[in-house]
């Protein structure tokens, strides 16, 4: 079955370091991928997407993150983590089949930052 | 990005009452919007696709007589939770693809649903 796995459901990291969000898919093949940002109350916010091309790809925020074909994995990943990133982070993944396409989301990470 | 406009952002009440939610495409059409519903430390999960024109297609295990969706036009679609009880308190949003192409659904910014 499709799905996508954020095997870390919460994350603390001091303000200044640096930051990795797993996330791994189960697709036949690969999907488009999305990682959102929620912050409490609040809409999805899209931080960046990867259809195709070049397997880093940036995003707003100072954020970016690495598709790896062979890990199944889109991993988001920020060098130096500020107060006002603590949020939640969702993955999620588009098939790239055509016609209608369904989001999957994951679980979602809590990400916590301490001064 | 686009911007997509839902409302209210908060509402609540009474048990038995229907509320009605917009979500609006405000610079771009779209002839597919997406409803989704969050339960607390959850994550987001899709209720139904809204065609604009046509019945919205409902996810298994979603209530269409419950949750009403109507897609009248290329920037309107509206979920209506019929005859509301407690556990239908949720966080409610919507997204809409641009019908011009492109993958990229945007969000609106939600709609934090009470019962009481």
């Known amino acids: 079955a499709q799905s996508v796995t954020q095997p870390d459901i919460h994350i603390t990291v001091s303000e200044g370091a640096s930051l990795e969000l797993r996330c791994n898919y189960s697709y036949g093949a690969t999907p488009y991928l999305f990682w959102y940002v929620q912050s409490p109350g609040q809409g999805l916010q899209l931080l960046l997407k990867?259809?195709?091309?070049?397997?880093l790809v940036q995003g707003i925020k100072g954020f970016e993150a690495e598709f790896k074909r062979s890990q199944s994995s889109f991993n988001l990943r920020k060098p130096s983590v500020h107060w006002s990133d603590a949020a939640e982070y969702f993955c999620a993944v588009v098939p790239n089949s055509g016609g209608y396409q369904k989001v999957t989301f994951g679980t979602g990470t809590k990400l916590q930052v301490i001064p | 990005g686009a911007v997509v406009s839902q409302h209210p952002s908060w509402v609540i009440c009474k048990s038995g009452t229907s509320v009605k939610i917009e979500c609006r495409s405000l610079?771009?059409?779209?002839?597919?919007m997406f409803w989704y519903r969050q339960f607390p430390k959850q994550s987001l999960m899709l209720m139904a696709t809204?065609?604009?024109?046509?019945?919205?297609?409902?996810e298994q295990g979603v209530e269409k007589d419950k949750f009403l969706i109507n897609h009248a036009s290329l920037t309107l679609s509206t979920l209506t939770v019929t005859s509301a009880h407690p556990e239908d308190s949720s966080f409610y949003i919507c997204?809409?693809?641009?019908?011009?192409?492109?993958?990229?659904?945007?969000f609106g910014q939600g709609t934090r649903l009470t019962v009481v």
């Open positions: 809204s065609n604009e024109g046509s019945k919205a297609t409902y």
């Open positions: 997204s809409a693809r641009d019908v011009t192409g492109g993958t990229e659904a945007f």
């Open positions: 610079d771009f059409q779209a002839t597919t």
């Open positions: 990867y259809f195709s091309g070049d397997t």
